[in-house]
């Protein structure tokens, strides 16, 4: 079947550092992706989204990058705060929005060092 | 805060319970969503109501049903249940075609 996947399962930076998060999808016909964050207790909190006509998306102080060629997804967050914290999720989508069949990853755990 | 109410927040029932668990939409939001999050498997999309009409299903059990009331609440039921069930269920909804927003989940632990 499909999957999603991160490369990484945790990432330690120094606060003040910009982080990249990385994600492999494998199913080509996904047009829609989201990075969540969650926090330890809490729920899966949107962060951004892209979708696939599009390669890159700005947020605040985030950043999405969409390589369909090599089918990857990358979260750059820059200058990293103690409060970025959290288990970070890639996932893909083929209906283009909403979350019905939304493919996670893992989970990449970035922890943010004083 | 995501706006979207999950209830009860903790569950511990014994093997072979039936429960149920609620979720309260984002106001305006039609479409609700509900996954399972275990250790070993991650998030896993379980089913989704859109105005009332079941529109997707993923991997959910035949002991596990849903369904969303006329004020777009859903109700996740979970039959028979096992210590295998033991998981963070979380409710989500959106606005057709755009991101989902989830709730803070319902903890339940099988003993």
């Known amino acids: 079947g499909e999957s999603v996947g991160l490369h990484l399962p945790t990432l330690s930076v120094q606060e003040g550092d910009n982080s990249i998060i990385n994600c492999a999808y494998s199913n080509s016909a996904s047009d829609y992706f989201i990075w969540y964050k969650q926090e330890s207790g809490k729920g899966p909190q949107f962060i951004i989204d892209i979708r696939s006509n599009m390669d890159k998306r700005q947020g605040q102080r985030v950043t999405v990058l969409l390589n369909k060629t090599v089918k990857h997804l990358s979260l750059q967050i820059a200058a990293t705060q103690p409060g970025d914290s959290a288990v970070y999720f890639c996932?893909?989508?083929?209906?283009?929005?909403?979350?019905?069949?939304?493919?996670f990853g893992k989970g990449t755990h970035l922890i943010i060092q004083p | 805060d995501s706006g979207v109410t999950q209830t009860p927040k903790h569950l511990i029932t014994a093997t072979g319970q039936r429960v149920t668990l609620r979720c309260s939409p984002r106001s305006g939001d039609l479409s609700v969503y509900w996954y399972q999050q275990s250790l070993d498997q991650g998030l896993q999309f379980l089913i989704q109501?859109?105005?009332?009409?079941?529109?997707a299903k993923g991997n959910i059990l035949e002991r596990f049903s849903a369904q969303q009331f006329p004020d777009l609440h859903s109700e996740l039921n979970l039959s028979s249940l096992e210590l295998g069930d033991s998981a963070l269920y979380f409710c989500a909804s959106s606005t057709q075609n755009t991101e989902a927003f989830f709730g803070q989940g319902t903890r339940l632990t099988v003993v």
């Open positions: 109501y859109y105005n009332g009409e079941e529109r």
């Open positions: 996932a893909e989508n083929l209906s283009g929005g909403g979350a019905d069949g939304l493919t």
